[in-house]
């Protein structure tokens, strides 16, 4: 996947959104849950809070379990309905079903009033790529569907997906790619896969791991690589992948060190991590 950040292709995802916002009852916006900051579309934001509007907290087999919960708090503070997900394990995501029909119940009550029994609700799923949008669409459809924006030349004509439990769902037009004001957030991004490896140099991407991993969780990274108090306090943490790389074996190959940091965060070899933390990111 190419990445590219355009505000012309912005601009146009921004205003197709918009108009789709009025086929819908509801807003679906599916972030990592490793990060719920930095894998939103700021663009969209402000549209979006027009509508009612879930932030599915995705991947959250991978992410911090108590930064979760502070991320669901978070939002919950700013009034926004938030859910975790693991889309690649549960496979019926029947919460996410409770949730819209709990967000959406006075609407309903509304319908059912009028005489409408078994109102179709209407939900659209926006989300960068990567964050398992299409892993949402798939479990919650119960079959695998060609989701519209993450591969080019798939129509982005409207595509709505039919449920079996009473909602209809559309899927984002185009592709919605993450905008990066913040160089922190390029790398967080790039660390947990969100974009291409080619993007960032792998000892930025690693240096920024080791930083975050010795400001956030100290006792792994010690305990993973075996490292002392001495080697954490002698040296800077460019110092520190050069030590790594002769303790890995690989002689003067920093890259190759760098990338073992990157794919050790992925695999979990320091367990579940989160790269943004509420409140300390906003002070950032
Ligand atoms: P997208 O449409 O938003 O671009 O994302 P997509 O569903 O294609 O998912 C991107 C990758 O994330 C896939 O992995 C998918 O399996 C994985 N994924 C989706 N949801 C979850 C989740 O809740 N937890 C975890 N751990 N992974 C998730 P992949 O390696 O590209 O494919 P695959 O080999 O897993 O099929």
């Given at each position: 996947?190419?990445?590219?950040?355009?505000?012309?292709?912005?601009?146009?995802?921004?205003?197709?959104?918009?108009?789709?916002l009025?086929?819908?009852?509801?807003?679906?916006?599916?972030?990592?849950?490793?990060?719920?900051?930095?894998?939103r579309n700021?663009?969209?934001?402000?549209i979006?809070?027009?509508k009612?509007?879930?932030i599915?907290?995705?991947?959250?087999?991978?992410?911090?379990?108590k930064?979760?919960?502070?991320?669901?708090l978070?939002?919950e503070?700013?009034?926004?309905?938030?859910?975790?997900?693991?889309?690649?394990?549960?496979?019926?995501?029947s919460?996410?079903?409770?949730?819209?029909?709990?967000?959406?119940?006075q609407?309903?009550?509304?319908?059912?009033?009028?005489?409408?029994?078994?109102?179709?609700?209407?939900?659209?799923c926006?989300?960068?790529?990567?964050?398992g949008?299409?892993?949402?669409?798939n479990k919650?459809?119960?079959?695998?569907?060609?989701v519209?924006?993450?591969?080019?030349?798939?129509?982005k004509?409207?595509?709505?997906?039919?449920?079996?439990?009473?909602?209809?769902?559309?899927?984002?037009?185009?592709?919605?790619?993450?905008?990066?004001?913040?160089?922190?957030?390029?790398?967080?991004?790039a660390?947990?896969?969100?974009?291409?490896?080619?993007?960032?140099?792998?000892?930025?991407?690693?240096?920024?791991?080791l930083?975050?991993?010795?400001a956030?969780?100290?006792?792994?990274?010690?305990?993973?690589?075996?490292?002392?108090?001495?080697?954490?306090?002698?040296?800077?943490?460019?110092?520190?992948?050069?030590?790594?790389?002769?303790?890995?074996?690989?002689?003067e190959?920093?890259?190759?060190?760098a990338?073992?940091?990157?794919?050790?965060?992925?695999?979990?070899?320091?367990?579940?991590?989160?790269f943004?933390?509420?409140?300390?990111?906003?002070?950032?």
């Open positions: 996947m190419a990445f590219q950040w355009y505000p012309g292709h912005m601009n146009k995802a921004k205003n197709q959104v918009q108009d789709r009025k086929m819908v009852d509801i807003v679906l916006e599916i972030v990592d849950a490793r990060l719920p900051y930095s894998s700021p663009v969209l934001e402000d979006i809070n027009q009612k509007h879930i599915i907290l995705n991947k959250s087999d991978l992410a911090d379990p930064l979760t919960a502070d991320w669901k978070n939002f503070q700013e009034g926004t309905a938030s859910i975790e997900s693991d889309a690649k394990h549960d496979n019926k995501l919460n996410l079903n409770t949730l819209i029909r709990a967000e959406l119940s609407k309903i009550a509304k319908y059912e009033n009028a005489g409408v029994k078994n109102y179709q609700i209407k939900a659209m926006i989300g960068i790529p990567n964050v949008k299409s892993t949402i669409l919650m459809v119960g079959k695998n569907v060609a519209t924006g993450n591969k080019p030349g798939v129509t004509n409207q595509n709505w997906l039919k449920t079996n439990y009473g909602i209809d769902l559309l899927d984002t037009p185009g592709i919605l790619w993450p905008k990066i004001n913040d160089p922190k957030v390029g790398m967080k991004l660390l947990s896969g969100a974009i291409k490896d080619k993007i960032y140099p792998p000892d930025d991407v690693a240096i920024f791991a930083n975050f991993l010795q956030h969780y100290l006792k792994r990274l010690t305990d993973v690589y075996n490292l002392d108090s001495a080697d954490m306090l002698n040296h800077t943490t460019g110092e520190l992948l050069m030590h790594l790389t002769e303790q890995f074996g690989y002689k190959d920093y890259d190759r060190a990338r073992k940091v990157i794919m050790d965060v992925r695999n979990l070899r320091f367990g579940r991590v989160t943004d933390v509420p409140g300390e990111f906003y002070e950032e």
